[in-house]
């Protein structure tokens, strides 16, 4: 086991709706999926950025987060991602120092080049332009962030003229920073160039993970050993597809028809991806649990699946679990209490004493019964020489 002593675990939320359904409503599903998550112990959730397609409805992640902040108490908050070449550097440092200020260091920046091509077309963006921008813009804002000089810079797409924060990060140097990777090598590569964390996204989605897992975090160090800079496992978060029921047959079951839907209709038939089952979509959930693409089973599943990658990877630090709508509203909150009960204490160490002292207990049980014993003889002698004869 190359896993730390206490993993992180989390939420990857796009988030992801139903056509049809009232948006509105959805919104605060999320939020209050956020304060179940906060409720249960949860270490983060990420929020993602997106201007099209019509299902990941959340178009600016700090606005969200400082309504979620409001909501909850421990949970940290992050980007998943703002997607930086739509935004001017000086302008994504001053709102995420912000946020770091009203949540009291409850925030995480994590930036992405943008993974919607029609979000980029729209705002007429070259998408060959994007990984290049990405690390420009990320360049300037550690900067930002560490550099207490003004800076001045010229971009083909913003100007720095005597920039500084007048705000400076509540969180000492500087709130988090992570990068997510998902199947190009330019989100590795700038995570090793800059020395921070990475977020992987999508490299578990296809099923044979291993060599995807391995090559990728082999990517990252050796650019960051190019660069003078170090890469930290227990900041590597993989984000992982789950439902869990109390067998594995409720949990297929409950998630059939929507799991299928969701990769059909949204990620075939609205972003264009490659079939991932040449099937109906009922079948598509079996296709993609046995080819471990996705958990849905039970806690012991999840506890397998997290086993493995731990293999495959050579250790990471954070599960973070992709949000959707597979079952019911009550069956969707349930898996999350699954994770929290039996999942994340396995990860955590904060069962292993309570084990040991079962045990110990239960080995004491001949010796301690015979003192309970003697203890109990011993008051009722002590009370019948109290009595008169």
């Known amino acids: 086991m190359a896993l730390p002593e206490r993993m992180k675990f989390g939420?990857?939320?796009?988030?992801?709706?139903?056509?049809?359904?009232?948006?509105t409503l959805s919104l605060e599903r999320d939020l209050e999926t956020i304060e179940w998550l906060d409720d249960l112990g949860y270490d983060e959730a990420w929020i993602g950025e997106h201007h099209s397609a019509g299902w990941e409805i959340i178009a600016s992640p700090e606005i969200f987060m400082a309504t979620a902040a409001e909501r909850t108490k421990n949970i940290k908050l992050g980007t998943g991602v703002i997607s930086l070449p739509y935004h001017h550097p000086l302008m994504v440092a001053n709102r995420m120092v912000l946020l770091d200020h009203l949540t009291r260091g409850r925030v995480m920046l994590g930036v992405g080049p943008g993974a919607l091509v029609t979000d980029a077309s729209m705002l007429g963006i070259e998408p060959t332009l994007q990984r290049r921008r990405m690390d420009e813009s990320l360049g300037i804002i550690l900067r930002l962030l560490k550099e207490k000089d003004p800076i001045t810079y010229e971009s083909e797409w913003f100007?720095?003229?005597?920039?500084?924060?007048?705000?400076?990060p509540y969180t000492k140097p500087h709130f988090p920073i992570?990068?997510?990777?998902?199947?190009?090598?330019s989100g590795m590569v700038l995570a090793g160039k800059h020395g921070i964390s990475v977020l992987s996204v999508?490299?578990?989605?296809?099923?044979?993970?291993?060599?995807?897992?391995?090559?990728?975090w082999k990517i990252a160090e050796e650019t960051a050993a190019e660069h003078g800079n170090t890469m930290?496992?227990?900041?590597?978060?993989?984000?992982?597809?789950?439902?869990?029921?109390?067998?594995?047959?409720?949990?297929m079951d409950q998630a059939r028809k929507n799991a299928g839907r969701y990769q059909r209709e949204y990620f075939e038939e609205t972003l264009g991806q490659a079939a991932a089952f040449d099937g109906p979509p009922d079948k598509i959930i079996d296709a993609m649990v046995e080819s471990n693409a996705w958990c849905v089973g039970t806690p012991d599943d999840l506890i397998a699946t997290i086993n493995r990658l731990d293999e495959q990877s050579g250790g990471f630090g954070g599960l973070m679990i992709q949000s959707t709508e597979?079952?019911?509203?009550?069956?969707?909150?349930?898996?999350?209490?699954?994770?929290?009960?039996?999942?994340?204490?396995?990860?955590?160490?904060?069962?292993?004493?309570?084990?040991?002292?079962?045990?110990?207990?239960?080995?004491?049980?001949?010796?301690?019964?015979?003192?309970?014993?003697?203890?109990?003889?011993?008051?009722?002698?002590?009370?019948?020489k109290t009595r008169p004869t």
């Open 11 to 23: 939420v990857f939320m796009a988030p992801f709706h139903w056509k049809g359904e009232n948006p």
């Open 159 to 168: 100007t720095l003229r005597e920039a500084q924060l007048h705000l400076r």
């Open 178 to 185: 992570a990068v997510a990777a998902a199947q190009s090598p």
């Open 202 to 216: 999508s490299v578990i989605r296809g099923g044979n993970t291993s060599s995807d897992l391995n090559d990728f």
């Open 232 to 251: 930290d496992r227990n900041e590597w978060r993989l984000v992982v597809h789950v439902h869990l029921a109390e067998s594995k047959k409720e949990a």
């Open 326 to 384: 597979w079952g019911t509203r009550e069956q969707v909150l349930h898996s999350y209490e699954l994770v929290a009960r039996y999942v994340m204490p396995h990860f955590q160490g904060s069962i292993e004493s309570l084990y040991r002292s079962q045990e110990w207990s239960a080995a004491k049980r001949p010796e301690l019964i015979a003192l309970r014993d003697a203890a109990l003889a011993r008051a009722r002698d002590d009370y019948a």
